[in-house]
């Protein structure tokens, strides 16, 4: 078994760790390979901490494993891949035999010394990352009256407002606890350690019997007054998923916000991690990768990380802040621990060494800045995935510089930092006020105290320096999409042979498949996307989520009619008044990538000229949405670069 190499010891200076039992040690196996961990760990951290944090290779680069990157997995034998499950909601059960999803591919000889720390996957093959278990049939289960999706604490004070209405109340939450993320953000004057307040709210709720708690869930699909929602529970000694469809009245998106993946060549290389999955790593299972680390960051919660780290006697290198001057009690903070600070700069690339277990940072007038870990801090977008699912519009804030939600829909609310709130007090705020607007009740302003730019320099959005010669690959987004900011041509004879490239994207509305907030985000920033364009685009290519209909059958629930007979309403008129859905059938019986584009022939270089969208996939076959003028004939989808031949097998 693999020494947990990442692993704080419980008696380091400052012991972490919330989530996990030490006393109750598990061993499991993961492609033939025996790991260990603690109870409370998930199969992602406890690779993690066995120093497994190499996804695979991509365009000759090797990608880091992290939890936006996951592979499915799934209990070995196991033939149908809808069983598989995330990696990082699967719980880690002791005795377990696992197996990823997904095709490896043979390491090259410089990367031999490196296969104890890799998943070994070809992330060439566009559908390595692919969720199967998105393909599931939703089974009904009991309704209730109000559904708040994120367990943080805005969605808990939104639970407990909703609890004194009388109403009945369900909390989905993708982790295993409750919570959310606000100790990452510190306090301001006058509040409570974040840990207290997350720990006081998390009891409150969990000792009142209107609400019903729904742990390791994960919710794909929102429209008024239905939600279906993909659940992993234990079953004895077993991990196993359920897709089931959830009637609520209203329904709160308390979502919270993602990290945007800053822009530079080397993002997503091994050792690179935002610092929101950092701290919770730590806090919760006390993770901390390799013996020293960096921190390039355009926010303030970053330098807490810094002192978390000297906390535990790991060196911290240097704090690289984009901002010119910043102020902020973090940054005194930090500079109390006599970490080196360089403001006003970026990573311009980082690169590994020969040996693959350092970073080389380079932040362009000074010598590389080395370490083993990269923590990277950008901008903070609402998290409106679900939103647009469910039909909410938005629009390209330019002072936030980011996407922000705007209109209202009906028995659907925002609440906390999806809904665009900064602070703590006002998420908590916020939660109750989303259930008195979903109720009709009189509503009270929101206090969300910002402190005064003056004292706490805002967070910012790091700037694109504009592409530089470089054989590491700059990535939009820390997700499974994989896609790629454009480059420039090789400069050097052997350059061509350093990296393979994949098509350009003139612009980003040519990616061949759906898109997420970040990477429409980062669209923005490097002129790919148009502002006044991002929430249109956002709508239409966000959204791409699978809601399929099952069959009914008498051994078998009813499936709730989420329905798989309309166009969804953000693609309503995209392909004109008359557009039909259809069933496609690719000639060579290959899968297609949601959101990929339909051509009337095979010049795709247009993506005006598209006639359809791929949607989703279905018992019955790939269904899409196609121009009515358009349904005779071969058809051609550009999927992932790929120019794929299709037939309609029918039309509805």
Not at 78 to 94: C, F, G, I
Request: charged share 20%; aromatic share 6%.
């Amino acid at each position: 078994m693999r020494a947990q190499i990442n692993r704080l010891p419980s008696d380091a200076p400052k012991s972490l760790g919330s989530a996990i039992d030490r006393t109750r040690p598990i061993q499991f196996k993961l492609d033939g390979k025996q790991f260990g961990g603690f109870a409370g760990d998930s199969v992602f951290s406890a690779l993690l901490a066995s120093g497994v944090d190499i996804l695979g290779s991509h365009l000759g680069q090797k990608i880091g494993l992290t939890r936006q990157a996951a592979p499915p997995i799934c209990v070995a034998g196991t033939s149908d891949p809808h069983r598989a499950l995330p990696m990082d909601r699967m719980p880690a059960l002791d005795g377990a035999e696992l197996v990823t999803l997904g095709r490896r591919r043979w390491p090259r000889w410089d990367e031999l010394m490196l296969r104890r720390r890799t998943l070994g996957l070809d992330l060439d093959n566009p559908h390595a990352l692919d969720r199967p278990w998105l393909a599931m049939v939703g089974e009904r289960r009991q309704g209730f009256d109000i559904a708040i999706i994120g367990g943080g604490v805005a969605g808990l004070s939104a639970a407990l407002t909703a609890a004194r209405a009388g109403l009945s109340i369900a909390i989905f939450e993708s982790a295993a606890y409750l919570g959310g993320h606000s100790g990452l953000f510190g306090t301001q004057d006058g509040e409570d350690r974040p840990e207290e307040a997350m720990a006081r709210l998390s009891a409150e709720v969990e000792a009142n019997p209107a609400i019903t708690v729904f742990l390791r869930t994960e919710v794909i699909a929102v429209r008024a007054g239905l939600l279906r929602a993909h659940t992993v529970g234990i079953d004895g000694s077993m991990a196993r998923g359920e897709m089931f469809d959830c009637p609520a009245e209203r329904i709160v998106l308390a979502t919270g916000a993602q990290e945007r993946l800053p822009l530079f060549a080397g993002n997503r290389l091994p050792g690179v991690m935002g610092a929101l999955e950092s701290y919770e790593l730590a806090s919760r299972h006390g993770i901390w990768r390799g013996h020293s680390l960096a921190i390039a960051t355009s926010s303030n919660c970053a330098y807490r990380l810094g002192t978390l780290a000297r906390d535990n006697d790991i060196a911290v290198a240097a704090i690289i802040d984009a901002r010119a001057g910043p102020n902020s009690r973090f940054i005194d903070f930090a500079k109390a621990y006599g970490i080196r600070q360089m403001t006003g700069r970026v990573p311009q690339e980082v690169r590994t060494n020969r040996s693959g277990n350092q970073l080389q940072i380079d932040i362009g007038d000074e010598a590389p800045i080395v370490a083993e870990h990269l923590i990277v801090s950008g901008s903070w977008q609402p998290d409106l995935t679900l939103w647009h699912v469910a039909g909410g519009t938005s629009a390209w804030h330019e002072k936030h510089q980011r996407i922000e939600a705007s209109g209202a829909l009906e028995g659907i609310a925002l609440a906390g930092s999806a809904a665009g709130y900064f602070t703590r007090q006002g998420c908590i705020q916020s939660g109750a006020d989303a259930v008195d607007r979903l109720l009709g009740r009189t509503r009270r302003p929101i206090a969300d105290p910002v402190i005064d730019p003056l004292y706490e320099t805002p967070d910012a959005a790091l700037a694109d320096l504009g592409e530089r010669e470089s054989a590491a690959i700059t990535y939009l987004d820390g997700g499974v999409s994989l896609l790629t900011r454009p480059s420039l041509p090789p400069r050097r004879w052997y350059d061509r042979f350093r990296r393979r490239t994949e098509p350009e994207l003139p612009a980003l509305s040519e990616a061949s498949q759906s898109l997420t907030l970040g990477t429409i985000a980062a669209g923005v920033t490097l002129g790919l996307v148009p502002p006044q364009s991002a929430g249109i685009v956002a709508q239409e290519r966000v959204a791409l989520i699978p809601l399929i209909v099952g069959p009914q059958g008498e051994d078998r629930p009813a499936s709730v009619a989420i329905s798989d007979d309309d166009i969804p309403a953000y693609l309503q008129n995209r392909f004109g008044p008359d557009a039909e859905l259809v069933t496609i059938m690719p000639q060579d019986g290959r899968r297609l990538t949601p959101g990929a584009l339909i051509f009337s022939n095979a010049d795709t270089a247009d993506a005006l000229a598209a006639i359809g969208v791929v949607l989703r996939k279905t018992p019955s076959g790939i269904r899409g949405v196609l121009k009515a003028s358009a349904t005779n004939g071969p058809l051609h989808v550009r999927d992932h670069g790929q120019i794929v031949t299709v037939t309609l097998a029918q039309a509805q």
